[in-house]
Each structure stands twice: as structure tokens, then as C-alpha cells.
């Protein structure tokens, strides 16, 4: 399996619990269909707003209450008149993580033993493992050619690359100089939906040659920049 693919093991709960948006004064019922450290698919009667950030409360159950974090409504859709939403975890707390795994430990404790030692190990101890389409829009890297350019902050030198694939979280392009690791960048990415060029910041992980004069970089960004994404994948 490749290295830079982002993978996600969702423990599938299928529980009642509820939500509340920032302003609102009562929760509303939802089913929560499967949860991870770094999102959620619900069941809801809520309207919410898709390709957007929002603050919630979750109520997974009256011990283990997520409290007001910041999410992307990344996907939205309708089954049998029920909206079922994607949510991505962009800001949540150490303790919010601890919340979600005692509440797994609590609920569903063969999952702990099902799921938690299969995968890949990420930070924090996380291991994930792909589950849908809709995890890898945002998680994984999708194919994609668009020019580039970028200034190597390193360097002061400015190049014109071309990006071959992309996620949330970073980038693979074909550059034809080597770049060295863990040197930052500015990159203007001019992504084919008549925008401005899209701007944002990262860092070199690796650099390879794949032949004379051609080198294949992998960047990390800054921030997941889920705005300028769900751009890119609408132009995809």
C-alpha cells in the first residue's frame, strides 16, 4: 500500500446520539453510523450546510459530550429521505479524542479489539483503514493535473512545476530540479474553474528522480485548506 495514502478506520457504532450547532438552544436527535479521531457520518434531520465549517456540540451519550468543535461538512446525501452527512474533525481536542475512544471502549468494546491493532499507524496512535469513496475525497490523494508555481523559501528561486495528485493535506508534483526536504514553500496552484490560482504553503517531504531533469516531490501543507479542495475537486 502506498506510503502517501491517507487512510481511515472508522468504528462502525450505529448508535442513537444528537447534535447541536453553535446558537442553537436545544440538541436534535441523530444516528451516528460510524466515528474516528478524525470525523463522523451521521444520520440527521438537520439541514447542513455541505462544503462549509461549522461548530457543533455531539452528544454521543450523556457521558461523552464533544464540545463545540469545529467541523467541514464535507458530503451529503439523501437515503430513503434521510440526509447523511460526512464530518471532518478540523479542530478537536486531546480530550474530545480520549471522549471518543471510552465511548467506543463503553459501547462497542469488540471494535477495540477488532479494529485498533489493523493498518496503518498514524500520529496519535490512530490506525485507519479505507472504508469509501467519500473518506478518500478528503483523506487520500486523487489524481490531478494543473500547473504550478512555487517559490522555495530555501532558495528564493522561483519554478514552474505541474501537479500530479492532491488531498486536503498535501501534494505530489513534477518539478525539474531537486528540491531538498523539509524546505518550505509558497505555491500558487491554477486549478481549471476560470479562479484565481489558489495560494497555500508547505513543506518538502521527499524528492526523487524519476529520470534526467525530472523530479517527483511530495509536499505536506501548512493546514488542510478544505475550501481550496473541494475547488479542485469540482474542476477534477
Not at 472508522?10 to 451516528?32: F, T
Not at 530555501?154 to 501537479?163: D, F, I, L, R
Not at 484565481?196 to 516531490?217: C, D, F, H, N, Q
Request: glycine share 6%; with cysteine; charged share 30%.
Amino acid at each position: 500500500m502506498s506510503a502517501n495514502r491517507r487512510i481511515i478506520n472508522r468504528w462502525q457504532v450505529d448508535l442513537p446520539a444528537a447534535i447541536k450547532l453553535e446558537g442553537q438552544d436545544e440538541a436534535s436527535p441523530c444516528q451516528v453510523k460510524d466515528i474516528n479521531f478524525k470525523g463522523i457520518q451521521i444520520f440527521s434531520r438537520e439541514k447542513l450546510p455541505v462544503d462549509s465549517f461549522i461548530k457543533i456540540t455531539i452528544l454521543l451519550d450523556k457521558e461523552h459530550i464533544l464540545d463545540i468543535i469545529k467541523v467541514w461538512v464535507a458530503w451529503h446525501k439523501t437515503i430513503d429521505g434521510h440526509n447523511v452527512y460526512g464530518l471532518y474533525f478540523h479542530e478537536i481536542k486531546d480530550g474530545d479524542k480520549d471522549k471518543i475512544y471510552k465511548f467506543i471502549q463503553k459501547t462497542c468494546p469488540h471494535l477495540i479489539c477488532q479494529q485498533w491493532w489493523q493498518g496503518i499507524e498514524q500520529e496519535g496512535g490512530e490506525r485507519m483503514q479505507e472504508k469509501s469513496m467519500d473518506d478518500r475525497r478528503i483523506f487520500e490523494r486523487i489524481p490531478a493535473k494543473f500547473p504550478l508555481r512555487f517559490l522555495d523559501l530555501n532558495s528564493n528561486k522561483e519554478q514552474e512545476a505541474e501537479v500530479e495528485d492532491i488531498s486536503a493535506k498535501g501534494l505530489g508534483f513534477m518539478a525539474s530540479e531537486r528540491l531538498e526536504p523539509l524546505s518550505t514553500l509558497e505555491m500558487w496552484l491554477k486549478v481549471p474553474d476560470r479562479g484565481e490560482p489558489l495560494y497555500t504553503r508547505g513543506e518538502v517531504a521527499w524528492s526523487k528522480m524519476v529520470e534526467p531533469s525530472k523530479y517527483r516531490i511530495g509536499v505536506n501543507l501548512e493546514k488542510a485548506d478544505l475550501m481550496g479542495f473541494s475547488r479542485i475537486l469540482r474542476a477534477a
